[in-house]
């Protein structure tokens, strides 16, 4: 099993950015493809931005452009770097693999208000 600690959450305006992290407790972390994923309230969790162990990125419609994934497996962390944020980003995002999910973590809640 692999345990996960989201953070880097908030409040923050329209047109502004946060950088999301993500620690893993264990060096499978290395081996696995990664995501982040996103439950805004009312809604069901969906994945905005997947990882592969090779680096390669792919994302929602909605979030390309603004939105980039990166990880170090050096450090077992995932990060989710949110530029021009919206209110519809609103929600609490998560990281976990994008297939067999582990236990989610509690996540971290970002709010896009003015």
């Known amino acids: 099993q692999v345990q996960f600690v989201e953070s880097g959450g908030g409040l923050v305006q329209p047109g502004g950015s946060l950088r999301l992290s993500c620690k893993a407790s264990?060096?499978?972390?290395?081996?696995?493809?990664m995501a982040w994923y996103r439950q805004a309230p009312g809604k069901q969790r969906e994945l905005v931005a997947s990882?592969?162990?090779?680096?390669?990125?792919e994302y929602v419609d909605s979030v390309k452009g603004r939105f980039t994934i990166s990880r170090d497996n050096v450090k077992n962390t995932l990060w989710l770097q949110m530029n021009s944020l919206k209110p519809e980003d609103t929600a609490v995002y998560y990281c976990?693999?994008?297939?067999?999910?582990?236990?989610w973590g509690q996540g971290t809640l970002v709010t896009v208000s003015s």
């Open positions: 976990n693999r994008p297939v067999q999910a582990f236990p």
């Open positions: 990882i592969t162990t090779p680096y390669d990125t």
């Open positions: 264990s060096n499978i972390f290395n081996l696995i493809n």
